[in-house]
């Protein structure tokens, strides 16, 4: 009884709301995130996190800071563009979404890597932390669109 007078919507209808929330919030965070990655600030900002990763320090050497930077952000300026193509490919929605869960798997994976980021005093745990629940939206709603494509 509680359920149909606080939110008065079909469930169905309420899942696929919050889906896309999910998917276009995630996608927009992208975009925004992407677009700051070929500043200069937000170039130094992630040189931390990036320079301790065994996965990702090897890139200073190759690309430079800035060009590091620019990588990162053009992966993800295009998961966030990609995931925003549901309706007209699930498909590429899906792969967008699994680009972005890469993206946050890599992201949390800084928690392990970076010095003292699990420290109590560490800004970086809390920072990091939110993209654990951005990492549970990019792999549901890769399985959604994956689900749509077929």
């Known amino acids: 009884m509680l ?7 079909e469930p169905r209808r309420l899942s696929a709301i919050g889906t896309g929330v999910l998917r276009y919030g995630t996608a ?8 700051f990655k070929f500043t200069a600030f937000e170039a130094e900002g992630i040189r931390p996190l990036v320079e301790h990763h065994p996965l990702m320090s090897w890139m200073y050497p190759v690309f430079g800071l800035r ?5 990162i952000g053009v992966v993800e300026i295009m998961a966030g563009a990609l995931m925003c193509l549901r309706r007209v490919s699930p498909r590429w929605s899906s792969v967008g979404s699994s680009l972005a869960a890469l993206t946050f798997a890599i992201t949390v994976s800084f928690l392990f890597t ?3 980021a699990l420290s109590p005093t560490s800004p970086l745990s809390g920072f990091l932390m939110k993209d ?19």
């Open 3 to 9: 359920e149909t007078t606080v939110l008065p919507i």
């Open 28 to 35: 927009a965070l992208l975009l925004m995130w992407g677009a």
């Open 67 to 71: 060009g590091t930077s620019d990588l």
């Open 114 to 116: 970076t010095p003292d």
């Open 132 to 150: 654990v629940i951005l990492l549970g939206a990019a792999l549901y709603t890769a399985g959604e669109a994956r689900a749509a494509a077929r």
